[in-house]
């Protein structure tokens, strides 16, 4: 039995090496052809890395993709910064008109110290007043510093420089006449208060005026809105000096000073009617028709009868940082020549530009009025009307 189990398991081993063996000599005799060597040569060329072709494909198509992630991260930076700026001309919109509507019930007393005002009557008398009323809201709401001083600021390095200025028809309160800086009201002398302190600070006055508009928009809201708290309703990222002057500004998206124009009756918008398209002479019979649909609501008694209703321009220049509105900002807007100077907002304004009204679109050179100039700033009158 144990002979006959070996010989059996013998058998069995020799039977497999010889399979193997003819196994071994197929292989060795099977002929090999170009395309199975081919064959394994990229085979092993694919299990080592990327051909050159395959690693420059790769490339252009990461370098396409970025370049579309690139173009869509910075198209919305660029909807953030103007969304960021739309966020915050809505903010100081809405409390400058808080403030602007409550001229509709301030009293403005004539200054009957000027004996040819203590002689108005009836319709003259109420016209005065609301000259009175106009002077009240220029020195309180400045939107240069000649509006401050009610004089332009070339001419006032000192407090002694303000001798004799001062408005026409208000009377100031008598608290004030005798006021370190001679200040309208409270709110006007504050105003002062910060020009002097420039001035005193050695500030050069062309670095004053840069920002004027800018500047004097802060001042007012910080100090004559929200109950003197507005300050807590702006972050650290949206208030600058970017002239370094020691006056802020309101900055925009992006980076740049927000500015205003109180009353921009040159300026084209759904809120308000254009002094460019009245007929050009508030005296004629085609633009008294026209204010009387929309008149000035500070006129009640219609004694102005080419006033009409105008909401103040708060304006950033947008992505190109360019403004191209006419501003005037070296003129005095306030006061018309003439033996009786009187406040009349709808006036043609002259400055070293040109003669135009406040709140125009201009060209690049500012030197004319062109009705596509400033198209893309963002302004409280698009804003609003959207």
Known sequence: MILNSEC????????????????????????????????????????????????????????ILAGLLLGVAARAAEHGREARTKAMIARIHTLVMQHYDTYKDRRAPVNDNNPALRALKGQDRALARLFALRELMLAEMPDRWSDVLFKVPADVSSVSDLTNTGPVYLKPPTALTSSTYGGVTPLNEAYRRQYFSMLDAGVPKSDILSNQGAECLYMFVMTATADGEARSLFNESSIGDTDRDGAYEFLDGWGRPISWIRWPVGYESDLQMNARELGGDPTVQAWVSAAATDHD?????????????????????????????????????????????????????????????????????????????????ITNHNITAE
């Open 297 to 377: 609501p500070f006129d009640p008694f219609l004694v102005d009868p080419p006033a009409f209703r105008t909401v103040p321009l708060i304006f950033s220049p947008g992505a190109d940082g360019v403004y191209q509105l006419y501003t005037a900002r070296d003129s005095i807007v306030w006061r018309l020549p003439g033996s009786n100077p009187r406040l009349l907002p709808y006036a043609l304004i002259n400055s070293a530009d040109g003669d135009f009204y406040l709140g125009s679109p201009m060209n690049d050179n500012l030197d004319a009025v062109d009705v596509n100039g400033g198209a893309d700033n």
């Open 8 to 63: 059996t398991t013998r058998c069995a081993e020799s039977r497999g090496s010889v399979i193997d063996a003819v196994r071994a000599a197929r292989s060795l005799s099977a002929p090999r052809t170009p395309n199975s060597d081919l064959s394994l040569t990229r085979r092993a060329g694919r299990q080592g890395g990327f051909t050159l072709v395959e690693l420059l494909v790769a490339i252009a198509i990461i370098a």
